[in-house]
């Protein structure tokens, strides 16, 4: 009778053992995605990322706010070990919601500048992108643009489109010039900058060029990869508007132009780390940034790697070098500004 309880015993740690060995196992090859970048922009890269290294990755694709809620309702149960989604305040506010963790790579470090980087590295820019100022062609001539803050002047009033208030990339905007001179002074610009508004903001990026292309602005503000995306675009309607607009780097004289960043994060409840941290470093490989460039449309966060012949079109531009960890620090005073300012 003892005999046989000891077998049995035995046979129950010999499975345990077992499952324990098998589920190590699927660890060993395999890494889960959370991203807010549509499968058709990332997938690519992560089925490359596989055949090279033999880890799965297992990708969940979706908005970014809905993917942060997500996250934060999983907690130490979420089997997301990487996080990847767009602008500074967006990965700044994952680190406030407690769902990242820092992690250090000699790579990413050495690659990344540091203002491309979380500064206690729970987050690392993969690509770069500009919200500069876009005007029609033969509508405004470029001697009259300078800077941000010149769009304030009364001579562009109901000239210029762009997006609401309640979008991240404006608000990152914003909470970049308050770092560069301070909230007063910084207010008293949005109020007189609103009043040049064309009409009241709606849509998103690609809206403001087509609006300015179709002669209800003459300026839009808009990120990069939106007019690059149009310019290579199947769609003869979005390639005729983007073809309308020209690029004009602001502050050239000053701190550069606006510049953000699409960044990843390990997740505070990853399970395969390692795995995590080979595929970031991975997606800063010159192979991943040249098809970024490409493809998406964005400038390559790591230095030396060739750009898109589009993005080369647009001549090289001053970035304004503040640390983008800023942006998120400063987001709730940005949003209480805009607010105040009346943009809608």
């Not at 050495?110 to 820019?125: K, L, M, T, V």
């Not at 990120?223 to 690059?228: M, Q």
Request: glycine residues 6%; proline residues 3%.
């Amino acid at each position: 009778m003892i005999r046989v309880k000891f077998s049995l015993v035995a046979v129950a740690i010999v499975s345990l053992l077992g499952s324990i060995a098998a589920q190590s196992a699927i660890a060993a090859d395999e890494v889960n995605l959370y991203s807010a970048r549509k499968e058709k922009l990332i997938k690519p890269l992560l089925d490359q990322f596989t055949n090279e290294t033999g880890i799965k990755v297992n990708l969940v694709t979706g908005k970014a706010d809905a993917l942060l809620k997500r996250l934060q309702m999983e907690g130490k149960n979420s089997p997301a070990d990487l996080l990847i989604t767009t602008d500074a305040g967006r990965l700044y506010r994952a680190k406030a919601a407690g769902v990242t963790q820092g992690f250090k790579s000699t790579l990413l470090e050495s690659e990344i500048p540091a203002s491309f980087r979380d500064p206690e590295g729970h987050w690392y820019g993969l690509t770069l992108r500009s919200r500069p100022i876009l005007y029609v062609k033969g509508k405004v001539n470029p001697a009259e643009l300078s800077t941000y803050e010149a769009l304030a002047d009364p001579k562009w009033k109901h000239r210029i489109c762009i997006r609401s208030s309640s979008n991240i990339y404006n608000q990152s905007l914003i909470a970049s010039m308050i770092l560069s001179s301070d909230v007063a002074t910084t207010e008293k610009w949005a109020t007189a900058f609103v009043k040049n508004f064309a009409r009241p903001p709606k849509g998103g990026d690609r809206d403001q060029i087509k609006a300015a292309a179709a002669g209800q602005c003459d300026i839009a503000i808009a990120n990069t990869y939106y007019l690059a995306g149009m310019l290579t675009s199947k769609d003869a309607g979005q390639r005729a508007a983007a073809e309308k607009m020209a690029v004009f780097w602001p502050n050239q004289n000053s701190r550069g132009a606006h510049v953000n960043v699409s960044g990843i994060a390990l997740t505070k409840a990853a399970k395969n780390r390692a795995n995590a941290i080979k595929l970031a470093e991975y997606l800063i490989g010159e192979d991943a940034q040249r098809w970024y460039a490409e493809k998406n449309g964005e400038y390559p966060v790591r230095a030396g790697v060739a750009q898109s012949g589009v993005l080369k079109s647009w001549g090289k531009f001053k970035m304004d070098s503040l640390n983008l960890s800023k942006l998120g620090e400063l987001n709730p005073e940005a949003v209480k500004l805009m607010d105040r300012a009346r943009w809608k």
